[in-house]
């Protein structure tokens, strides 16, 4: 009897121990910013919302995986994942050159143009001789932060820790020009009270060392099995047309950029 008993006791720690780090295997830590509208942004209640969380979580749920959002200061974003605060980051990171040499991205989940910002009757013209001397702002660790240091070293530069603080000195004016991604500019800021007097100037920013070659999931190296399934299921996404209603819930037009990648 006790030798039957010390066998199921045994079968049960065994069991016990194989089917328990599946279960916690299974929970993916995603982080976002939480103050990126409309790719993410925090409600009143203090719940992340936006175009990042429905992908994050639709994503998941087509791997079989469970998602936790963790919230995360962008400049503080990469070496939490490296720190394995959290899996994902699921933040409209762009994908470069520079960032893959620290960690791994999916495919791409959208791309969008970056584009600049000024008040009305301002006369600049967003060319590098008209930006000479003037303030010009973006958000700090960004693609845009990289393109304004390499192209506007003649400009007064600034660069903030969130968008949000940049668009009160851009109404202030105690910055003449903001660059960011478009699809952020026009809804975070253009379509906003204070921004009914700026307007866009200039034609879509290109430099792909800097801004890289799309939006991606990063995660840590050496998840290769990971990274291809979500890399994937995106492109599923695109075929079934889920993508679609995930995107025209918050977006006008497919901000998946082209097709061929």
Known sequence: MKKIGFLLA??????????????????LRVATEGAYPPFNWTDENGVIKGFDTDITFALCER??????????????????????????????????????????FTGKYYQ??????????????????????????????TTQACYVEKFFSNADIKLYAVEA???????????????ADSIQLQAGFLSTEAGTDFEFIGPELNDVECLGEGTGIALRKGNEELRDALSQAILDMRADGSYKIINDKTFAVDIYGPELQ
């Open 63 to 104: 791997i079989g995986r469970e998602c936790e959002l963790v919230a995360q200061d962008w400049d503080g974003m990469i070496p939490g994942l490296l720190a394995k605060k959290y899996d994902l980051i699921i933040a409209s990171m762009s994908i470069t050159e520079e960032r893959k040499k620290k960690v791994d």
């Open 165 to 179: 603080d940049g668009y009160i000195d851009l109404k202030n004016g105690r910055v003449d020009v903001y660059v």
């Open 112 to 141: 969008t143009p970056t584009r600049m910002i000024a008040r009305k009757g301002a006369n600049i013209d967003g060319s590098v001789k008209s930006l000479d001397g003037v303030s010009v702002g973006s958000q700090r660790a």
């Open 10 to 27: 045994t079968v049960g720690i065994l069991a016990a121990s194989f089917v328990q780090p599946a279960k916690a295997a299974d929970v």
